[in-house]
């Protein structure tokens, strides 16, 4: 969401240009950057994962000591 707040300042700011000044440099280039770093990162995160390690944990931790079942 940070991009889409950040893209709309920017728009924002050039409609001023003639105000202000603007000259976002290498902080432009490394925040596209960022921001397509960010989608990648989210196409190949699955949660699912997290949530599966976790239960074969738990499953691994019961079998070890059946105590911690009775807690259920």
């Known amino acids: 969401m940070i991009d889409i707040f950040m893209e709309a300042l920017l728009g924002a700011l050039v409609a001023f240009g003639s105000v202000i000044t603007i000259q976002p440099g290498v902080g432009a280039?490394?925040?596209?950057?960022?921001v397509i770093l960010t989608m990648f990162a989210a196409e190949t995160f699955?949660?699912?994962?997290?949530?599966?390690?976790?239960?074969?944990r738990e499953r691994a931790a019961i079998q070890a000591d059946p105590g911690l079942a009775a807690g259920d």
């Open 46 to 56: 699955d949660p699912r994962l997290m949530w599966d390690a976790a239960a074969e």
């Open 29 to 34: 280039l490394a925040f596209c950057g960022v």
